[in-house]
T-cell receptor, first 116, second 113 residues
Framework: DQQVKQNSPSLSVQEGRISILNCDYT??????FLWYKKYPAEGPTFLIS?????DKNEDGRFTVFLNKSAKHLSLHIVPSQPGDSAVYFCAASSFAGGTSYGKLTFGQGTILTVHP | KAGVTQTPRYLIKTRGQQVTLSCSPI?????VSWYQQTPGQGLQFLFEYFSETQRNKGNFPGRFSGRQFSNSRSEMNVSTLELGDSALYLC????????????FGPGTRLTVT
């Protein structure tokens, strides 16, 4: 049962344009969401996060939107740069069972390629 | 501030052996989580430790275990290695396991032959 899904395995964008990466989740208990960027053979790098009490969070070129009713979040990168080419993972967590937010559930990732 | 460090970076083991991987969190971070990444299953949560106690556990067999020391450094152990244990093992640290972002180390690439 995949609770976090990234339905697009890959996305190709021209430099300077907007990249939109999408993520859907099924577990309504999730209340904290994160996006990570990953290069091969390296650990994921944290990009941006959002709590379920918000519907938007911005950090520089990165904006995350959360639609709780649709159980959908998206990451917008504007403008896209060739250095943004990597695998992007969305992740979700919840205070399940009153323990902690220490467990992240990841999507399968989307390969973003930004062409010069 | 130094990032999360993991040792060793690469490891080759034989089926049936056991292995211990080490993780040093960012200074001041008290929560350490471990993940396994494979091409087929993606990134999967193994367990989380906080103040030397396991707080969360994923769906992995008992061959996978871990511990955390008083300085927040953590180790994970895999006994009786199987070919399917070949993976990138990642640890991540966060301040306390509250909804703070987790910061990942570079990972340990384990190959089981």
């Amino acid at each position: 049962d995949q609770q976090v899904k990234q339905n697009s395995p890959s996305l190709s964008v021209q430099e300077g344009r907007i990249s939109i990466l999408n993520c859907d989740y099924t577990n309504s208990m999730f209340d904290y969401f994160l996006w990570y960027k990953k290069y091969p053979a390296e650990g994921p790098t944290f990009l941006i996060s959002i709590s379920s009490i918000k519907d938007k969070n911005e950090d520089g070129r990165f904006t995350v939107f959360l639609n709780k009713s649709a159980k959908h979040l998206s990451l917008h990168i504007v403008p896209s740069q060739p250095g943004d080419s990597a695998v992007y993972f969305c992740a979700a967590s919840s205070f399940a069972g009153g323990t902690s937010y220490g467990k992240l559930t990841f999507g399968q990732g989307t390969i973003l390629t930004v062409h010069p | 501030k130094a990032g999360v460090t993991q040792t060793p970076r690469y490891l080759i083991k034989t089926r049936g052996q056991q292995v211990t991987l080490s993780c040093s969190p960012i200074s001041g971070h008290r929560s350490v989580s471990w993940y396994q990444q494979t091409p087929g299953q993606g990134l999967q949560f193994l367990f989380e430790y906080f103040s030397e106690t396991q707080r969360n556990k994923g769906n992995f067999p008992g061959r996978f275990s871990g511990r955390q020391f008083s300085n927040s450094r953590s180790e994970m152990n895999v006994s009786t290695l199987e070919l399917g244990d070949s993976a990138l093992y990642l640890c991540a640290s966060s301040l306390s396991g509250l909804p703070y972002e987790q910061y990942f180390g570079p990972g340990t690439r384990l190959t089981v032959t």
